[in-house]
């Protein structure tokens, strides 16, 4: 089917298919009207004419009519494309000429020879119809021209055949009825195309108005539902986070009541697990928090899949033995293009949601080609998925029931499917998902462009024991509040360093170590920032730390102009080592690169 393109609305070709409408739209009443004066002055005419002219004039006038009306019936309110609105006006043309032409036949051949009081009858009658197509033609000119001249022009002809000075000054005054007619059919003319301009403008106005009202409406309505979403999300959140706080109140408490070393182990084993609960749904909440202020940028490069898997398989060896979860990895050698950063976290978010829901299975992650992109694959035989779940899981905060119950199972905020289907939509990623409850479940992230170029080796965070690694490096800790930079000395002490702590950055400034391990909010007058400037103006060869709850994009721009490692609280101890051994790292290679 041809395809239909409005033109301009202001164009000469859409003025014309709005009058070729309006013509078409007329009563069908006054359509039949046109016929009953034929007719009418065929009857008044019989007697001074030959009857078969009469009968002539009033089929073929009456053909052209009932044209119209059957043209006017199929197309009058159906959107025309533009070879439809060619030919129903080239049709609509013809048969206005034809009725034109077929008035000129009366006037010229249906003319009462002798008979003044139905020449007057005649004239009258044509005149009054010809004067009636400049009001209800006049938007159309080509229309109301064929109206009036082949209709009026015939008949002033045949009165100049008439004997007798007054047959030729009705001849002259219907010529220049014609004039008179044709240029008021222009001034109408040109009045409508004004009042149709201004109607379309009006309705394009109405339009806009009506867009803008429901693009408001829309935006409003968003903007409730983000508002509402923001609070279900507060109150999921502050409900989730309260619970392990609330069971590490309990166990400190109990903590004095301990009757024996194994009891008091064991408090402090649970205490732990509370705090890495409490971490990870910290985590969760950043990782949301930055998807939401665009914090997150998109670093592509060329890597193997594989060698992505086989690293989150070695972060979940030891869960997953705990839970009794045999982990598989089918190898694949295809290097892709994308952010192997990326693609490793949300591989973490599905490997361990396939381990929590397949206590005692099997869970292989492996890559297969689809359609020109790789796809990266998680099957496990768990439990499976509900179909009336399948596409909520990946809502903020759904969960469902997950096969290990009880205290031993994971909690969690419900946002690590959804965060695994946000990242992978900045990666124009998709994310896929086919379950078969008692079956097990196929998570697919689909999409990742291959290329045979050799892939690039991946940075690998460092794995640091609990000791010697760091041993006797100088580190000072600044921080305003006295409990951190406390648990912060025992910690860095345990693990070796010597450390110095204070609250005064001018401290800091007279101080000799390796490492600068500094919070972001310190004073209303000065913060993290400002006192690294200061310190590395004063001095170079130093790796610096810094600690901050803030997550926004123009921190971690400054820390990243400054070459400063940038930490999220709260953060584990091994994060702590892990940035601590690269800042020690950078600080020797620049201490090197001086000399």
């Given amino acids: ?109 249906l003319f009462p020879v002798g008979d003044p009081v139905k020449q007057l009858f005649l004239t009258f009658v044509m005149g009054g119809m010809s004067l009636s197509a400049v009001g209800t033609q006049g938007m ?24 007798g000075s007054e047959s030729l000054i009705s001849g002259g005054l219907i010529f220049a009825y014609i004039v008179v007619l044709v240029s008021l059919a222009r001034k109408i003319n040109d009045f409508m195309l004004r009042a149709f301009k201004l109607q379309i403008e009006k309705d394009d106005l109405l339009e806009s108005v009506r867009t803008q009202s429901e693009e408001l409406a829309l935006a409003k309505a968003e903007a409730e539902e983000a508002n509402l979403a923001k609070s279900r999300f507060l109150a999921q959140a502050s409900h989730d986070l309260r619970q392990p706080l609330h069971a590490i109140n309990l166990f400190i408490e109990s903590l004095p009541e301990a009757k024996t070393k194994a009891e008091e182990e064991r408090i402090l084993s649970r205490v732990r697990q509370s705090l890495d609960v409490l971490t990870k749904l910290f985590d969760s909440l950043l990782d949301v928090t930055l998807l939401d202020t665009g914090g997150i940028n998109v670093r592509p490069q060329v890597f193997q899949p594989t060698e992505v898997i086989n690293e989150v398989v070695r972060d979940f060896a030891l869960v997953a033995e705990a839970c009794n979860v045999e982990l598989r990895v089918a190898a694949c050698t295809q290097s892709v293009v994308a952010d192997a950063v990326l693609t490793r976290r949300m591989l973490q978010n599905l490997v361990s949601n396939a381990i929590r829901h397949s206590e005692g299975g099997v869970v292989l992650i492996g890559c297969r080609r689809r359609g020109g992109y790789l796809s990266i694959d998680i099957v496990d035989n768990g439990a499976g998925i509900p179909e009336s779940d399948q596409t909520r899981i990946f809502a903020e905060f759904t969960r469902l029931n997950s096969v290990r119950m009880g205290a031993e199972a994971a909690p969690g905020l419900g946002l690590g499917l959804s ?123 130093i790796g610096v730390i810094m600690i901050s709850g803030n997550t926004s994009k123009e921190l971690r721009s400054a820390a990243d102009t400054l070459a400063v490692t940038l930490l999220h609280k709260p953060l584990r101890p091994a994060q702590l080592r892990s940035a601590l051994l690269n800042a020690l790292t950078r600080s020797d290679e620049s201490a090197r690169g001086g000399e």
């Fill in 1 to 109: 089917m041809p395809k239909i393109v409005p033109p301009d609305a202001h164009s000469d070709s859409s003025l014309d298919r709005h009058a070729l409408r309006m013509l078409l739209g007329r009563n069908l009443v006054a359509s039949l009207m046109h016929i009953f004066v034929a007719v009418l002055v065929a009857f008044v005419m019989a007697g001074s004419i030959p009857i078969w002219r009469g009968v002539a004039f009033v089929t073929l006038i009456s053909a052209a009519i009932i044209f119209q009306i059957i043209l006017a019936t199929r197309h009058s309110t159906a959107e025309w494309t533009e070879e439809e609105f060619l030919s129903i006006r080239r049709q609509f043309d013809v048969s206005a000429i034809w009725v034109g032409c077929m008035w000129g036949f009366a006037g010229f051949f």
């Fill in 140 to 163: 159309r000119l080509q229309t109301c021209y064929s109206s009036i001249i082949p209709g009026m022009l015939p008949l002033a002809v045949r009165y100049l055949f008439e004997p």
């Fill in 419 to 541: 965060i695994v289907k946000r990242v992978a939509d900045k990666l124009k990623l998709s994310v896929h998902l086919s379950s078969l409850p008692g079956k097990g479940s196929v998570f697919s992230i689909r999409g990742f462009e291959m290329t045979n170029v050799a892939s690039v080796a991946i940075p690998i965070l460092p794995t640091i024991s609990n000791s010697g690694v760091v041993d006797g490096a100088s580190v000072f800790v600044l921080d305003d509040d006295e409990n951190t930079l406390e648990a912060t000395r025992l910690l860095l002490e345990r693990w070796g360093c010597i450390v110095q702590t204070s609250q005064d950055w001018n401290r800091a400034a007279d101080a000799c170590f390796d490492v600068l391990i500094c919070d972001y909010e310190l004073s209303v007058n000065m913060s993290g920032i400002d006192v690294i400037k200061a310190l590395q103006e004063a001095r170079e060869n």
